[in-house]
């Protein structure tokens, strides 16, 4: 007799009064896999490829590129998957950085999701190096599984660019790359690992909150500043007094909330009456709709500064993130499946922490796991520091990414064989707020 256990993929219909109901689609049948098999084929794959995934890590942590310009880490990274024998999709959704692969047939859909941009400066002080190399590992070893065991489903790998600001994740939802039916869409990310407390060595659910980026400019009107000030209309001071009103206000706001910024543009010479400044901020709150009240108020600072310089003042937006949703079906499965592998996963994060990312506003559009995995860093040092990203660099951080890769992918194959963990995962996803 041959087992085989029932998958359903949930869809959502709509009710007479517009609201949101699960459904399921017809089953799919798959042949039943012990659990140990499915990891050895994992792990194993993984491991065959272990100086491979070290090199690819070393040069894309070794070469830093800032957003939309990962020129050798897209070509690195597309040149693995090409090694691989997988198909891949260059330039994927009219973006030069991004690209897609994809394995298997018919069933439910995982996406993985890679990130590979630095910080100017400072490097990979945010450890991308070691997201493109979980995520790469994961979809290497969750593909091999459905190939050799004949799984009923489809795994793919998105590279997502420019997460440090551009919005990279918000430009690919917009062009359709998150439009098809996704079971789940998986990464995960690196912390310092005394941040992580009670022996434990990552992180099931981040939470984080949503942001506002813009930049603001004020123009002014140029004059000699030692012979005709009162000619001359002051955009330094318009911005100035920006900052200073915005200083100001941060006594009065919340202590969950953030704003911070930089005047990027600040004038050329000490004689001349500035006539153009351009400033750079982020605008933190835990909830979408409150870090919009929070821009109002932001917003208001910016228009008395123009008011009592007399510049005009104009805004630059760039893409909005949404706070990050933490899916508690994807989350407890992971902290399972990262035991067999002797971790000790924190469920999820109760409060938010005060960092923001565009896979937030991919927690909205589908079922999303964004995990944490911990690498050895100096006591006083997180993510945004250049003792972090020679930290990202190490063995210890790739073995780490790599034991993270093998849980992501195993995860994965659970989406897609264990219905009521699909269904779990969806209706987590439906329900949440």
Known sequence: ??????????????????????????????????????RSVIYGAIDQSSVELRELNRHIHGNPELGYQEFMAYETLTNFLKKHDFTVKEHAYGLETSFEAECGTGGSLVVVCAEYDALPNIGHACGHNLIATSSIAAFLGLSKVVLKLGIAGRVRILGTPAEEGGGGKVKLLEAGAFKDSIAAAIMAHPMASHTYKDGHTGLAGFKLIASHKLRIEYRGKPAHAGAEPHNGLNALD???????????????????ERIHGVIEQGGTVPNVITEFTRMNFNIRSPTIQRANELLARVKLCFEAAALATGCSLSYIYA???????????LCRQYVEDMADLGEKIAFKEEVPATAS??????????????????????????????????????????????????????????????????????LDFETKP
């Not at 959502?12 to 896999?33: E, I, W």
Request: net charge negative; hydrophobic share 40%; proline share 5%.
């Open 1 to 38: 007799m041959t087992l085989v256990q029932t998958v359903s993929v949930l869809s959502t219909t709509s009710t007479d009064n517009g609201d949101l109901s699960l459904g399921l689609r017809a089953p799919v049948l798959q042949k039943a896999h012990s659990i140990g098999d499915v």
């Open 238 to 256: 318009a911005a100035v007094s920006a900052y200073t009103n915005i200083s100001m206000l941060r006594q009065q706001i919340r202590p969950d």
């Open 319 to 329: 893409p909005t993130y949404m706070d990050l949703r933490a899916n508690d079906a």
């Open 357 to 426: 990312t565009d896979m937030g506003n991919v927690s909205y559009a589908v079922p999303s796991f964004h995990g944490g995995f911990s690498i050895p860093a100096p006591d006083n040092v997180t993510g945004h520091n250049p003792s972090f990203a020679a930290a990202a660099g190490t063995d210890a951080a790739h073995e780490s990414a790599i034991r993270c890769a093998k849980g992501m992918a195993v995860l994965g194959y659970r989406v897609l064989t264990d219905a009521k963990l699909a269904d779990a995962a969806r």
